[in-house]
């Protein structure tokens, strides 16, 4: 048997995000008092009880109104449901029932599935809230605080009977490759997604700011697992007014800490901007592998394609080692070509390369470029080692490493990128110097010493 899926439903602002994240022991989901924050679906595993292991859906909150976010939302929300073994359907205690509460639960009701009515906030052991909810047709509800861990195990307690039988297992933490898709509102990041997947699994709206959260999305493609994050858009700091945008940025931020390579989405009509270039300094900094993407390349002519082209050769020189793909996210074209790159950044970026190998390049450098004087003495390197990777981090060893000049540091990654074959993936170098044995020691004089040098000085003082 499949793994059970559970999926939590509910109006808007009734706790949905912050019971998947109690369930799944995490703060996956974004949760704020802010109305219809959560959009797409969010998945996680959970072990139920120790025993049994789960799929939780986080989705987004149902409204009666008739805008394309609702009706994304819903058709979101729809698909979650045909996955699920078992549904919790969430009211507020503190709200009651209102009228959207009865229209989703005559909607459930015709899904013929095992639905838990669970009754959030309801910390106050005083309220008898069982006579007014029985008015939905569900059964009796389960009281929790999602916020505060009240009732959860009775929750859980609950929800084991109605589980389909599966063969206990242990929680599987192999995600695969980790790929963080990042860009600017509306580049097409969530097109992509889609595209990649071959199916509408995120939220894709012409909008900007259609995603808020950061979506985990796990998937196999001929033998070799990935998870896809799909980020929210940054925009300029003084564009970013909202709150909730604020957090969604402090999301994307942890992707790209979580990721080992990163897709940098970028919208072939609008070219190169200067928050793209700030994007990229981001990542650079992160030190992750990194592939550059321009989308929306099929609707341009020749002129425009060309000039594109002398944009990223201006304006992105400072990362040379990232390979840049064109692509039409929404029809398909140069998407399937992507997969190539981003084994091999990922193979790169995690390799671990022998030492006398990386002396012996080490050596070639040095052959080739003398390494610069610093403050009138020659830098002296005696070997170098990896200590790391995801990034490599190279440190070398010598004397007088303190201060090497930024053009003789960038001239040995280049060198190293180029011999090791690295691909999309920048390289980190570390200096340490040898410490000098005799430098807490004092010599001692002789007599003899000690006369000549009370001479000199008397000299000197003359």
């Known amino acids: 048997m499949g793994v059970p899926v559970i999926s939590i439903v509910g109006r808007p602002n009734v706790g949905k995000s912050t019971l998947f994240n109690r369930l799944s022991k995490s703060r996956q989901a974004l949760v704020s008092n802010f109305e219809g924050l959560t959009r797409d679906r969010q998945y ?38 045909t996955e699920s073994d078992v549904i919790y359907f969430m009211v507020n205690a503190k709200d009651g029932v209102v009228r959207l509460d009865l229209e989703i639960a005559a909607q459930l009701r015709k899904l013929k599935k095992k639905i838990l009515l669970v009754c959030n906030k309801a910390e106050s052991s005083a309220l008898n809230m069982d006579a007014q909810f029985y008015e939905i047709g569900l059964g009796k509800p389960i009281l929790i605080a999602a916020e505060h861990g009240i009732g ?72 070799q697992k990935y998870t896809l994050i799909d980020t929210a858009g940054i925009r300029r700091k003084r564009n970013t007014h909202e709150k909730i945008e604020k957090f969604s940025i402090i999301k994307t931020l942890n992707a790209l800490e979580k990721s ?41 002519n020749e002129y425009q394609k060309t000039e594109v082209k002398r944009q990223l050769d201006i304006k992105l020189s400072f990362v040379k080692y990232a390979s840049v793909h064109t692509i039409s996210a929404l029809h398909g074209s140069g998407v399937d070509k992507l997969f190539t790159p981003i084994v091999q950044s990922f193979k ?38 990896q200590t790391r990777i995801f990034p490599p981090v190279f440190t070398f060893h010598g004397n007088c490493l303190g201060h090497v000049a930024n ?20 390289i980190r170098l570390d200096y340490k110097t040898s410490n000098n044995p005799f430098k807490e020691k004092k010599n001692t004089l002789s007599n003899r010493q000690i006369v000549k040098k009370r001479r000199l000085i008397k000299f000197v003082k003359k």
């Open 44 to 81: 996680a595993k959970v072990l139920l009880d120790d025993k049994i292991l789960c799929h939780i859906i986080d989705t987004g909150g149902l409204t009666s109104q008739n805008t394309i976010i609702d009706n994304g939302i819903q058709l979101q929300v729809h698909t979650a449901l």
């Open 152 to 223: 959860i195990k009775n929750l859980i307690k609950q929800t084991l009977p109605l589980l389909p039988e599966t063969v206990a297992e242990t929680k599987n933490n192999i995600e695969g490759i980790m790929v963080a898709v990042l860009g600017r509102p509306n580049v097409g990041k969530s097109t992509l997604i889609n595209c990649i997947l071959g199916e509408q699994r995120v939220l894709v709206i012409d909008l900007p700011g259609t995603t808020r959260d950061s979506i985990y999305i796990p998937f196999e493609r001929r033998g």
């Open 260 to 300: 080992q390579v990163v897709i940098l989405v970028l919208d072939a009509h609008e070219g190169i901007t200067e928050q793209d270039a700030t994007l990229l300094g981001m990542i650079v900094d992160r030190g992750r592998a990194l592939i550059i993407v321009i989308n929306k390349w099929d609707g341009l």
């Open 348 to 385: 790169s970026a995690g390799k671990w390369h022998p030492t006398p190998l990386l002396n012996k390049i080490l050596q070639k450098a040095n052959q080739t470029h003398q390494p610069p004087s610093v403050k009138g003495r020659r830098l002296k390197i005696k070997y170098v080692n």
């Open 407 to 426: 053009t003789y540091e960038r001239y040995l990654k280049n060198f190293f990128i180029k011999e090791l074959k690295l691909k999309n993936t920048p």
